[in-house]
């Protein structure tokens, strides 16, 4: 036998090796290039927001009756009450894409409409995703280089279980959308978030004793030496190597570009109120290499605190056009956490996995509590005045799981929602693809940003994009 | 070569090595702060974790850039500058700079570039480098003080390509067309990260300036030295934390009443017990990789061993305790090999075997995909009394059967140890029957006789020669590295297999002594 011989090939080995660009070309072909009638210039969407919300949801609680057109919201979506109006429940979507790991081929496929990728030495289940995820795409084109930051990610008690704290497939969500398609891995610490995006707003730390300098000049003065120094650098080296520094030397040239873009505070723009987060350690998983428990009680308690905050700064991230594009993780596919507020003490898998009645119901809490949450984020956008419309109005949001029914851990009819008026999103119904792929949703958000692709993702899955969401 | 791994391959001509760009990891950002400016509270704990790649987060290929790391560079760059270039800590840069300011200033700041830049680079600063590093601080002192113009040049410093990466240009090699061999510079660096994970000590960049890293012989003296350092062992143990399932321990789920014993403590003495076995017995003990398989002791404290029904142990502190060889000897019996794999209550082997035969026998059983994957389900844990009946009814289908024969079987052979990794004899009232049959390792009757197997093949000798080339070489293996594993393996082997030889194979390849004439 052959040990040697047996060895994939890596994705990265495979994409670096033979140059970046000739081989973003098989996904680039399978996006289509048709343009689209209904995304008119001049009412393209302007921000996108997408919240990954773990577990699933109680179908039986979950989708509301009446008519199309006039949806009576379920108890799971009763707290979304205040911004029916600009919602739109999407029933009969299939998450066929999601092909791989049960848990991390669905989170995969939420943005990406993408199977699984190969496995790799460690990897064992499976890789990450063979297309970017569509955050990613909206942001090169109405985010990068134009607002200070290309996009944001978030995320509230991450990588809670078998991750212990890293990034994984079965906790990454987003994915580059240069040739390597690399996982992103979301902000975490909610302090250290304030201090990046509004520590200019609010200038509480001390300036670096003698600097008299601006200090955006004197940060301006040392990344100028330092890209200089990249761009030196990468030229001496061979084409793998390069591409390696170059990247790097991107992302110092986006952050440079940013540092000119700094927030300015305004009537829509100012930084919200920084929370106390006091005993919220977020970077609870990151340390199950130390003793103690993945039980913190301490941190699972400040969820809910932790959770709005993260809210009022990706709000404020959005409306300080500090970027366009952000997304919100609640946990990730494991949700080996607790939720003491709601007096759940086991975590919220162990819950998924309990059918029994009881289970059932913490389901539903947990669910309903997600759609409060989810509320909150809307509201909060919805009180934003852009001039005449709200932040949401110009936005899309988009809010949905990495599975249907916890318990079976199925991926057909997935509780979506969309949200906002971005690109004409028409809301305040409940529309009903029976059985569609998720795929021709991903199309249809890519359509509202003014997109004009045909077909997103695995094309094996993608028929085109949904009639009737605007 | 029974199995004949590699096959028959002409490595007469081996291929010019393979020597990608490789940046510092948060293991060696934290321990090249720590060695290069006394910063212990291990800075790189706040960057994004690595992928896991080629599985120790060191894989080249897979060392992404994301927004949030460069952020990060930036803002540790920032804060180490600030903390160098306090009034308590400017003097140790160079001691013209502490307050007040011994003569010139820019002559003061050559000396901290000729000296800490110097190591922060891994090199000598070419005069053009450090005028440019120069007139960044004039640039700076226009308006700010001395300190801060100078917090400012080593804030630049440290999140430079120079110090973040690891460049490396190489020079001729006397007859050769197709490699370069690394500079002096470079294999100190090369030296010093693959033993320590950190930055060449003074003795190694002597050694280097002398031109002693330019002959085989050189290189060995300092590989024994550094090897025999005491934070080579650091190195060793970050690597079994990646190999093993054991850096997770104390987060292990369980149901409490079904085990009432277990808690988040004796998860982390499991790793404890791991750990402190394999440091033992590699750099005191006889330290030969199938010896770990095969060791009729182990290494417990008080707590532990009454965990595990041992009785005799005392004291808090780890100890050597000898083990009966019958329910456990070898490095497969302890807790935390057969409690780590398991991610539920009932025990499952298909994880435990899976462990084994791709980590430790370097055999790729791919996942069911397509119509084969959507008829996989985990079988229900009532459906039998034991795993064995559980799980061979699910494998035995012929889909299944041809990757799970050698899978199940190494699992079933661990199914004494319950999902927290104490001995049973009983599963649900029916007694256990560990012995089995792989076509990986032939038979054993239970799970010390599944360690002696593993200890015998010669395929898990070569897969652990390859795990350390991956690990030390920061890659994933392929074809081209054969030439180079066939030749470590068989030195590897004619050492009795000793973990200290192989460690120091590493330095005697091709791999590690040159780097392609055509850069990558």
């Not at chain 1, 029916?84 to 049960?102: C, I, P």
């Not at chain 2, 020669?465 to 004619?494: I, N, P």
């Amino acid at each position: 036998m052959n040990v040697l011989g047996k060895n994939k090939l890596h994705r990265r080995t495979l994409l670096t090796g033979a140059g970046s660009i000739a081989l973003a070309l098989p996904w680039l072909e399978c996006m289509g290039e048709k343009k689209l009638a209904h995304a008119q210039a001049g009412t393209t969407a302007k921000r996108f927001l997408s919240v990954f919300q773990p577990g699933g949801t109680i179908a039986a609680q979950y989708w509301p009756s009446g008519t199309p057109e006039a949806p009576i919201l379920s108890p799971i979506l009763k707290p979304l009450e205040s911004v029916k109006s600009k919602l739109l429940v999407l029933r009969g979507l299939d998450m066929k894409s999601a092909v791989g790991e049960q848990h991390q081929a669905g989170i995969i496929a939420f943005l990406t409409g993408s199977t699984q990728g190969p496995e790799t030495v460690v990897l064992t289940d499976g890789g990450y995703s063979y297309y970017p995820s569509i955050d990613q795409i909206i942001a090169t084109k109405i985010s990068k280089n134009i607002k200070a930051k290309a996009s944001l990610q978030m995320a509230v008690r991450w990588a809670t279980g078998s991750s212990h704290g890293l990034l994984h497939p079965i906790n990454a969500a987003n994915f580059e959308d240069s040739a390597n398609l690399a996982p992103i891995p979301p902000r975490l610490d909610p302090q250290q978030i304030f201090d990046d995006l509004f520590g200019t707003l609010t200038p509480a730390v001390a300036p670096t004793p003698g600097a008299n300098t601006a200090p955006l000049e004197r940060k301006k003065s040392i990344l100028d030496f330092v890209i200089a120094r990249y761009a030196e650098l990468s030229a001496r080296l061979g084409p793998n190597d390069r591409a390696k520094l170059e990247q790097h030397l991107t992302k110092l040239r986006e952050i440079e570009l940013g540092l000119s873009k700094g927030p300015v505070g305004s009537a829509t723009c100012r930084a919200p109120v920084r929370a106390n987060t006091t005993g919220y350690n977020p970077t609870t998983g990151l340390n199950s290499n130390e003793e103690g428990s993945i039980v913190d009680v301490s941190t699972d308690s400040m969820i809910p605190t932790v959770g709005k905050f993260m809210m009022d700064m990706m709000v404020m991230a959005l409306a300080c056009d500090i970027t366009a594009v952000g997304s919100l993780q609640w946990s990730d596919t494991e949700a080996k956490h607790t939720f003491p507020w709601l007096n759940l003490h086991d975590h919220q898998h162990a819950y998924e996995h309990d059918d029994s009645p009881g289970g059932m119901a913490a389901c539903t809490t947990i669910a309903t509590w997600y759609s409060e949450m989810h509320n909150y984020l809307l509201g909060a956008m919805d009180q934003v005045d852009m001039g005449g419309h709200t932040l949401l109005d110009e936005s899309v949001v988009f809010f949905g799981s990495e599975l249907s029914l916890p318990s079976t851990h199925m991926k057909d009819n997935m509780p979506f929602l969309l949200a906002g008026q971005g690109g004409g999103l028409r809301g305040g119904r409940l529309l009903n693809f029976n059985a569609t792929s998720h795929n021709n949703l991903l199309v249809s958000i890519l359509n509202l940003f003014g997109d004009p692709r045909t077909s997103y993702g695995d094309p094996q899955f993608c028929t085109g994009a949904l009639n009737g969401i605007t | 070569m029974p199995g004949g791994i590699i096959g028959a391959q002409a490595c007469s001509a081996p291929l010019p090595p393979s020597a990608p760009l490789r940046r510092l990891t948060r293991f060696e950002y934290n321990n090249t702060l720590r060695d290069l400016a006394n910063i212990t509270d291990n800075p790189a704990n706040a960057f994004p974790s690595e992928e896991s790649g080629n599985g120790f987060g060191n894989d080249a290929a897979s060392q992404s850039v994301p927004n949030i790391l460069a952020e990060k560079y930036i803002s540790a760059a920032a804060s180490i500058a600030s903390t160098l270039t306090d009034p308590a800590n400017v003097g140790k840069l160079a001691s013209c700079a502490s307050a007040p300011l011994v003569g010139d200033e820019v002559t003061c700041v050559r000396s901290v570039i000729d000296g800490f830049v110097a190591r922060a680079y891994r090199r000598t600063v070419q005069p053009a480098e450090a005028d440019g590093l120069t007139q960044l601080f004039q640039k700076l002192r226009v308006n700010e003080t001395f300190s801060s113009s100078l917090a400012a040049m080593l804030e630049a410093v440290l999140q430079g390509p120079d110090f973040l990466y690891k460049p490396e240009f190489g020079e001729p090699v006397p007859g050769r067309t197709d490699v370069l061999r690394p500079t002096g510079d470079e294999m100190a660096v090369r030296l010093s990260y693959l033993f320590l994970g950190s930055i060449p000590d003074d003795a190694l960049r002597q050694a280097a300036a002398r031109g002693e890293l330019q002959t085989p012989a050189g290189v060995q003296t300092q590989a024994q030295r550094l090897l025999a350092d005491p934070n080579a062992r650091q190195v060793t143990a970050f690597f079994f934390d990646n190999l093993l399932p054991i850096a997770a321990l104390s987060a292990l789920e369980r149901d409490k009443t079904l085990f009432p014993a277990w808690n988040a403590k004796i998860g982390s003495l499991m790793r404890q017990e791991t750990q402190t076995f394999l440091d033992h017995e590699i750099f005191e003990g006889p330290g030969t990789w199938p010896g770990m398989f095969t060791a009729k002791y182990t290494y417990l404290n008080d707590e532990l061993a009454a965990y595990y029904g041992i009785p005799g142990v005392s004291g808090s502190s780890f100890q050597q305790v000898a083990l009966d060889g019958l329910k456990r000897g070898g490095l497969l019996t302890q807790g935390g090999m057969v409690a780590g794999p398991i991610h539920s209550n009932p025990t499952n082997p298909v994880t435990r075997g899976a462990l084994i035969v791709k980590k430790l026998l370097c055999q790729n059983i791919p996942l069911p995909t397509g119509a084969v994957l959507s008829q996989v389900k985990v079988p229900e844990p009532n459906s039998a009394p034991t795993a064995r009946e559980r799980f061979s009814a699910h494998s035995s289908q012929p889909a299944c059967a041809a990757c799970h024969s050698n899978l199940d079987p190494v699992g079933f052979a661990l199914e004494n140890f319950d999902a927290v990794g104490q001995w049973r004899d009983q599963e649900n009232g029916v007694t256990i029957d560990p012995s089995g049959n792989s076509p990986l390792f032939g038979s054993f009757s239970g799970p010390v006789e599944l360690g002696q197997r593993v200890a015998e093949s010669p395929e898990a000798m070569q897969c652990f020669a390859r795990r350390w080339m991956e690990f030390g070489y920061g890659r994933v293996t392929g074809e081209r590295d054969a030439c180079a594993l066939q030749s470590t393996w068989e030195k590897f082997k004619g050492a009795g297999y000793n973990v200290k030889t192989l460690l120091i194979q590493l330095t005697e390849t091709d791999t590690f002594n040159y780097l392609p004439a055509v850069r990558e």
